[in-house]
């Protein structure tokens, strides 16, 4: 417990602000999981309520956490209380609650609308939504305020501190970089662009095997965790002690699915490690979306898919998955990572993944700057494309109209999966550059990593802001010339 | 909507309240089914803090549900809504926060004492325990109020306007003729003590899809309605439109599985039945816990343990239980319908289960009086269990000791158990004595027994108070002999 007594005080009322944020979590996770239909209408009335409540009981903290804000003294926990409570209290306060609604109002609408659009291909369906989006969203970066550049604000909302000079800078050196590089892997053909077990299709329950085991693989402890099945993998804190995954079963090509649990699993140890001290505060999340992120890939892609990953699966993909007899460890490896350009963002390798994302960049940059209109979005998307891909979308549904998120109001949210591999690939060079990991799966000692990423990041959750975490970790911040060195190693050597 | 202006106030109002029950409920739910085992403390601590703001919300009502105490020309929706929220209140403000801690506290810790008294089969163990309980039931009596009897303010809590003359008249009537009923029954040996199927074993996943059947047979809608797995059966409304059940599988004796499934959707029934108006209000509920009882005493015994439902089920148990080959429909029957005097009231039978309650109805209104003491309890049970069932406990957990109600504070609950086996009967009166319960199912049409528990009962929520709502449905209250002429119909022609 924190020692200053106005922060002792400001936690003890915070509980009710965590009850109610913990209720919403398990409100989430049953919606995608276990609802009956029938319960979707009142879900969505009782998260409005609850929501509302949480604002007015955080609102309520202004006044402790000015006073807050003028002691002196405090530890890094206490001064992390502070500072996570001012970040929520700024946008409370800062944003009139008509905007809230309006947001709310919109948003949902434009949800609807953006399916149809997509599915019938038709950006102009959608347009119009899309530009009252983009206005609030301009009025909500105002509203905020900002140094230099409107998106920041945005950009602030999802990654504490992170600037349009700080993802310039990431996207600079990454972009002409992964174009060469992909360019050498591709003409190496070491790594497929397609596998023919790709197309092999499978039985939930043979998978749902694969999947148990890759949870024992990784250790997570079976009395703080659980995974279920729903159509978009997630992972979601319901308590410290209680973190949920989901996963999902397309029935072909069973990589999707496996990679997709190790993913979740990798979000779920990062809040399974957080510090027992910082339960019921507001320190007991992840630094930042990209941080978060960064633990993500990094179980997913350095760890999952490498060969000694590989071997690890190897007796448990042959004991439940007939089908891949006659492809050896090495094929099975290729399979885990083809190498392919393609139009989709959610179904592209580690190589290509931040074209996808730096494109939408550029795109909300100019767009909340008012440098661009809506309109000109989709003929921007394929030329983007075409510049960073070499290749252009045929149509708006496999070009600007892939994505839910521009619907559901996040802008400043793409650039944080890149920060995401950005991340990893210094948690990589910290581990001396890989070969920590490499030897550790050697040994099948899954825990050994895990142990690292728990002393060095987890156990912190959001006492420090992801900058301060880098630095103190890593001396660094936001260096992408580390998962670029690590995607040379191991596409190239 | 209510035309009255203040209960429309007051709706808005409460649907915070409302909106907060929906999450506990939720919360409740996951507790028992999915929760992984280390969010007990926190799920504890959130459903602390929820519960405080319950109370402090409709705290917040008082005033304006006074106002509309006054106010003339409501309808029964609005009088229903004002009703039940002063009964809410009613508690809320007489009962001091403290002695709401105090309870919480001492039968949280009666609880984990009363498992360890129950397993080591020793009254005095828990005896201290439930003197505080007792002492602290007694004084929450005094802070109701009551007229003539303590234990009608307790009574009062779980059936509203229920007393000690009720309950008295009731069983005054049951006992005896249950008495002489088992006697000629087990005399007659019709419906054996014991059946050979009560020792089959079976697969989990074969009886999973029995009670899937039955979920099928009775129509339970799959957009509204889920069913999962706990220890102890329950049913659960999250929303009108999102009502939950959960059975149970102990490998043996399969019927327990299969008539936990029929009870528990006959409380899922009611809840699904209720008036869509009616949601998001106080009223969206039973009327009572005696009424919500009858709807599943009647689904699981008038309907379940019928011989023309044993009819419907039958397909469905020689497909899934290959132990059922040999025994024709009247012996599933008989196995059904076993009739044995027991200790353990959750295994009585419907011809011996009322004895149970009985004893507990008389000890409770006893030592709440202060006419005994808690060291005479053990006793009491003995002789008063012999007196109704002609055998003797051979030990305290057998006895005293084998319901978690009273270390759980529950005092007054469990005559409404009984309360829905009468209530159950009136409607089988009701129902042209069980022919047009007989008729539908033989023609397979389990919806036109439904719909007249909707069209009846179900819809008015909680409109109504149990009494008045008999009243309209029966011409009577709480009338026993209905139940007896069902039982000596059923068990005698």
Request: proline fraction near 4%; include cysteine; aromatic fraction near 10%.
């Amino acid at each position: 417990m924190a020692k200053n007594p106005i922060v002792r005080d400001i936690l003890k009322r915070y509980r009710q602000v965590w009850a109610l944020n913990h209720s919403m979590a398990l409100m989430g996770w049953d919606t995608e999981t276990h609802m009956p239909e029938g319960g979707a209408t009142p879900r969505g009335m009782a998260s409005g309520q609850l929501a509302m409540m949480v604002q007015k009981a955080t609102v309520e903290l202004d006044g402790m956490v000015r006073k807050a804000e003028k002691a002196r003294d405090m530890d890094d926990m206490e001064k992390g209380v502070v500072r996570v409570l001012r970040r929520g209290l700024d946008f409370s306060l800062k944003i009139p609650p008509e905007m809230v609604d309006e947001l709310q109002r919109v948003t949902t609408e434009a949800t609807v609308v953006w399916r149809t659009a997509r599915k019938k291909s038709d950006f102009k369906l959608f347009r119009p939504h899309l530009e009252k989006i983009v206005k609030l969203e301009r009025k909500v970066a105002e509203k905020l305020g900002y140094e230099k550049h409107p998106y920041n604000a945005l950009l602030n909302m999802f990654e504490e501190g992170f600037t349009v000079r700080d993802a310039d800078a990431v996207y600079s050196k990454l972009i002409p970089a992964s174009r060469k590089l992909v360019d050498k892997v591709m003409a190496a053909g070491v790594y497929p662009e397609k596998h023919p077990l790709e197309t092999a299709k499978y039985e939930t329950e043979a998978v749902e095997r694969v999947n148990q085991g890759v949870v024992g693989i990784l250790k997570m402890p079976g009395d703080r965790f659980r995974m279920d099945v729903s159509t978009h993998p997630f992972s979601v804190r319901i308590a410290s002690d209680d973190v949920r995954i989901t996963t999902r079963y397309e029935g072909v090509n069973f990589k999707g699915s496996l990679f997709s649990t190790i993913h979740e699993c990798g979000h779920a140890l990062y809040e399974l490690g957080i510090d027992e001290k910082l339960a019921y505060t507001p320190l007991g999340d992840g630094a930042s979306y990209g941080v978060h992120e960064s633990q993500s890939r990094f179980l997913e892609n350095v760890v999952g898919r490498s060969r000694e990953f590989t071997k690890l699966l190897d007796p448990m993909l042959r004991k439940n998955l007939p089908f891949v007899d006659g492809y050896d460890d090495e094929q099975l490896y290729r399979y885990f990572n083809t190498v392919k350009r393609s139009f989709i963002r959610v179904e592209a390798d580690e190589l290509t993944y931040n074209f996808h994302t730096a494109l939408r960049y550029e795109i909300e940059k100019k767009v909340i700057a008012g440098d661009i209109e809506v309109s000109e979005l989709p003929s921007l998307w394929n030329d983007t494309f075409e510049e960073y891909l070499g290749m252009r979308p045929k149509n708006d549904a496999e070009g600007v109209l892939q994505d839910v998120h521009w619907s559901g109001g996040s802008f400043g949210y793409f650039a944080t999966y890149t920060l995401g591999n950005v991340v990893a690939g210094m948690i990589w060079h910290k581990m001396k550059d890989g070969a920590f990991v490499r030897e550790a799966l050697q040994r099948g000692d899954v825990m050994e990593v895990r142990e690292w990423l728990r002393s060095n990041i987890h156990r912190y959750g959001s006492t420090y802001a992801p900058k301060a975490l880098q630095m103190k970790v890593f001396g660094e911040a936001y260096n992408p010339d580390r998962f670029l060195q690590y995607l040379t190693q191991k596409y190239t050597s």
